[in-house]
Structures are given as structure tokens and as C-alpha cells.
């Protein structure tokens, strides 16, 4: 599987006229490789080396036995190693991954690598990442219906009194138990008023009867993530409350039929975004439509006003469209869907009926 992933990285930088890119981001190291101990790659037109350090060598060449893999010394600064290596293959130019290199590794590397050029490349391994093989796919189905389990289990822990920090500790207490690494990102709980907080961390606030519940979490299995969020109703909604929910049910919707393969990322966000303008709550959609998963919780394609990117099939992407009033509250109802030629598959089994507790 990674050296099919290596190769056509490979077939990338012939077509970009570089010699060899250096891999420092960890989850990049991962998709080409498998390996997530720590290091970082040299991927050339000829060869594959992993550079890492002595108490990661045996774990290297179990996880990632197609490279050649090089232990870095204490006495030798890393990148001098690198840079010895590269030279003695007469290379002329290689690419670094200048949104994830810091300036220090950078300047570092800079005066090791003198005759050789070094150029800025962005996302030319995150390019690869955002269609999905059959393997990652499974990993981030996985990941969803453990986190569709914990969503089940957390409706009967929700009740007046309970804390927003009691519900974002059973969930990740509970996603562990059942099978998950971990937490896909820092559980979001808000409640009441505070629902108007897209990204608002739990709190000690109690629950009271007459909030919104926002839950927006995701589990991590194999290194994969998934993601979903929904907003349910502790005691009976009033007529403004349940219709700014089912505003944004509809809004999603609309977006979630739109969705196949060859249409842009901002058209998607459009038919969520224009049925909220159109209901009313326009200046209260202030988010993008939704993102890329899979071994980032954010990561490419974006629906968003300036995705223009077309979906491709195999894709991973959140549908997340809210409605979010200043001390008032929010709504927020988000699936995980795989993109196909003609539609979508939705990953997220969980109810989005308004759930009265």
C-alpha cells in the first residue's frame, strides 16, 4: 500500500520538475509510509529514505520495511545527516512542506543543503490524501459507528444538573472503552445560551430544562478520524427554538442532495447557505459548510464560499450547516458522507430528529 502511495508522490515531483521533497508532517509520514514513530522522509525520484532516531529504527523497518532507513546520530545535527545524503545523490532541487517546516529546521537545513535550491510546496502530499481508498474508508467508518455508539450512550446521561464537562468525559471515556485510539479533537459540549458558541469548550455550566445541547465530537480509530455533531432538547422546545431547528435540518438537507462527484465545493456551501439567508439567519451561518476527514479531523476538500475545488468520489467531507443567536443559543447538525459518482453515502447513522430528553 505505501509504496503505491510513494510512486505516484514520485510521478508528482517529475511533473513539478523537483528532484525530492522532504516529508516533516506527521500524518503525511504516515499516509506514504505507515510509520508514526518520529523522523521525517526523504522521498527523491530514485529512492525513499525515513531519517529517524535510534529508539525508532526497529519499529521503522517493521512499519515501513520498503524504505531505506538511516539513524540519525546525537552528535550530528539531523538535517546534516539529510543534507550529506542528498548531496552525495547530486540533486538540484528539492521541496519542503513550508506550512508545516518551522523557519528554525528551515535556516538549519538551508545551511547544510548550499548549491542546492529549495523551493516552497503546499499540500502536494495533502493532494494525494483527499480521495480515500477502500482501506482508509473502512478505518473512517469504523471511526464513525463508535462515534454513533457514544452519541446513543450520551442521551442517557443528558439531564438537569449534569455538566457540560461530565458529558465531554464520558464520551471520550466511552469512545476509548469501545475501541477508538482516542478523541478525533477536543469534544465540543455548549449548552443553553452558550450553544451560540460554534466552538465553544465545556464548561461546568449545569443543564437546565428548556437548552439546546450542541455535541460535536469524533473518534480516532487506526489513526483515522471521523466527525458529527447534533443538537437535541433537554424538555419541550418552544415554536422559535423548533424552527430554527428544523431550519437548519432543511438547510442540510438541501446540501446533502446536491452532493456527487464534479460539482464545486462552494456550489454545496450555496444550498445550505442561500436557504438560511432566505429563512432569516443568514448573518447567523458564519461558518463554512464543511471540510475534508480522514487522517486530519481538518483537512481538503472545503465546502466553504471559496471551495472551488470539484468533489471527487472517495472523498470525505462534513455537512455542518447552524444557526448560532448571541445569547440565545445554536443549532448545529453535522454528517460524515463519502462522495460517488452520483451521490453520496452518508456514514453518520444517528438520529437528527429533534430528540426531546
Same mark, same amino acid.
Given at each position: 500500500?505505501?509504496?503505491?502511495?510513494?510512486?505516484?508522490?514520485?510521478?508528482?515531483?517529475?511533473?513539478?520538475?523537483?528532484?525530492?521533497?522532504?516529508?516533516?508532517?506527521?500524518?503525511?509520514?504516515?499516509?506514504?509510509?505507515?510509520?508514526?514513530?518520529?523522523?521525517?522522509?526523504?522521498?527523491?525520484?530514485?529512492?525513499?529514505?525515513?531519517?529517524?532516531?535510534?529508539?525508532?529504527?526497529?519499529? /521503522?523497518?517493521?512499519? $515501513?520495511? *520498503?524504505?531505506? %532507513?538511516?539513524?540519525?546520530?546525537?552528535?550530528?545535527? +539531523?538535517?546534516? @545527516?539529510?543534507?550529506?545524503?542528498?548531496?552525495?545523490?547530486?540533486?538540484?532541487?528539492?521541496?519542503?512542506?513550508?506550512?508545516?517546516?518551522?523557519?528554525?529546521?528551515?535556516?538549519?537545513?538551508?545551511?547544510?543543503?548550499?548549491?542546492?535550491?529549495?523551493?516552497?510546496?503546499?499540500?502536494?502530499?495533502?493532494?494525494?490524501?483527499?480521495?480515500?481508498?477502500?482501506?482508509?474508508?473502512?478505518?473512517?467508518?469504523?471511526?464513525?459507528?463508535?462515534?454513533?455508539?457514544?452519541?446513543?450512550?450520551?442521551?442517557?446521561?443528558?439531564?438537569?444538573?449534569?455538566?457540560?464537562?461530565?458529558?465531554?468525559?464520558?464520551?471520550?471515556?466511552?469512545?476509548?472503552?469501545?475501541? /477508538?485510539?482516542?478523541? $478525533?479533537? *477536543?469534544?465540543? %459540549?455548549?449548552?443553553?445560551?452558550?450553544?451560540?458558541? +460554534?466552538?465553544? @469548550?465545556?464548561?461546568?455550566?449545569?443543564?437546565?430544562?428548556?437548552?439546546?445541547?450542541?455535541?460535536?465530537?469524533?473518534?480516532?480509530?487506526?489513526?483515522?478520524?471521523?466527525?458529527?455533531?447534533?443538537?437535541?432538547f433537554l424538555g419541550k422546545p418552544d415554536k422559535e427554538k423548533e424552527k430554527i431547528y428544523n431550519i437548519v435540518l432543511e438547510a442540510q438537507k438541501r446540501a446533502l442532495d446536491y452532493i456527487k462527484a464534479g460539482v464545486?465545493?462552494?456550489?454545496?456551501?450555496?444550498?445550505?447557505?442561500?436557504?438560511?439567508?432566505?429563512?432569516?439567519?443568514?448573518?447567523?451561518?458564519?461558518?463554512?459548510?464543511?471540510?475534508?476527514?480522514?487522517?486530519?479531523?481538518?483537512? /481538503?476538500?472545503?465546502?466553504?464560499?471559496?471551495?472551488?475545488?470539484?468533489?471527487?468520489?472517495?472523498?470525505?467531507?462534513?455537512?455542518?450547516?447552524?444557526?448560532?443567536?448571541?445569547?440565545?443559543?445554536?443549532?448545529?447538525?453535522?454528517?460524515l458522507v463519502v462522495v460517488t459518482e452520483e451521490g453520496h453515502i452518508n456514514l453518520t447513522k444517528s438520529s437528527k430528529d429533534l430528540i426531546c430528553?
Amino acid at each position: 500500500m505505501s509504496q503505491g502511495r510513494i510512486n505516484r508522490l514520485k510521478q508528482k515531483l517529475i511533473e513539478k520538475g523537483l528532484d525530492a521533497v522532504l516529508v516533516n508532517k506527521p500524518e503525511n509520514q504516515y499516509y506514504l509510509t505507515g510509520f508514526d514513530g518520529e523522523g521525517f522522509l526523504a522521498i527523491t525520484t530514485q529512492r525513499s529514505i525515513l531519517f529517524t532516531d535510534f529508539r525508532y529504527v526497529e519499529q /521503522a523497518k517493521k512499519e $515501513a520495511p *520498503e524504505l531505506e %532507513v538511516i539513524e540519525l546520530e546525537t552528535t550530528i545535527p +539531523p538535517y546534516k @545527516k539529510c543534507a550529506d545524503e542528498l548531496k552525495s545523490m547530486g540533486l538540484n532541487k528539492i521541496a519542503v512542506e513550508s506550512h508545516y517546516l518551522t523557519v528554525k529546521s528551515y535556516n538549519e537545513l538551508k545551511s547544510f543543503l548550499d548549491g542546492i535550491e529549495i523551493v516552497s510546496t503546499e499540500n502536494i502530499i495533502e493532494e494525494l490524501r483527499t480521495t480515500k481508498d477502500e482501506t482508509e474508508l473502512e478505518l473512517i467508518k469504523k471511526a464513525q459507528e463508535i462515534t454513533d455508539k457514544a452519541f446513543l450512550h450520551i442521551l442517557d446521561y443528558i439531564r438537569p444538573g449534569v455538566t457540560e464537562k461530565d458529558l465531554a468525559l464520558e464520551i471520550e471515556y466511552f469512545v476509548k472503552k469501545n475501541g /477508538a485510539d482516542g478523541l $478525533a479533537f *477536543e469534544t465540543i %459540549v455548549v449548552s443553553g445560551p452558550r450553544s451560540s458558541l +460554534p466552538h465553544g @469548550k465545556p464548561t461546568f455550566r449545569k443543564l437546565q430544562a428548556g437548552d439546546f445541547i450542541t455535541i460535536d465530537f469524533g473518534a480516532k480509530f487506526n489513526h483515522y478520524c471521523s466527525d458529527m455533531t447534533r443538537t437535541v432538547f433537554l424538555g419541550k422546545p418552544d415554536k422559535e427554538k423548533e424552527k430554527i431547528y428544523n431550519i437548519v435540518l432543511e438547510a442540510q438537507k438541501r446540501a446533502l442532495d446536491y452532493i456527487k462527484a464534479g460539482v464545486s465545493g462552494k456550489d454545496v456551501d450555496r444550498e445550505a447557505r442561500d436557504f438560511i439567508e432566505k429563512m432569516g439567519f443568514g448573518e447567523n451561518f458564519g461558518h463554512a459548510l464543511g471540510h475534508g476527514v480522514g487522517l486530519e479531523i481538518h483537512e /481538503a476538500p472545503r465546502l466553504s464560499k471559496k471551495g472551488d475545488n470539484n468533489l471527487m468520489p472517495g472523498m470525505v467531507v462534513t455537512v455542518e450547516p447552524g444557526i448560532y443567536i448571541e445569547d440565545y443559543g445554536g443549532v448545529r447538525i453535522e454528517d460524515l458522507v463519502v462522495v460517488t459518482e452520483e451521490g453520496h453515502i452518508n456514514l453518520t447513522k444517528s438520529s437528527k430528529d429533534l430528540i426531546c430528553l
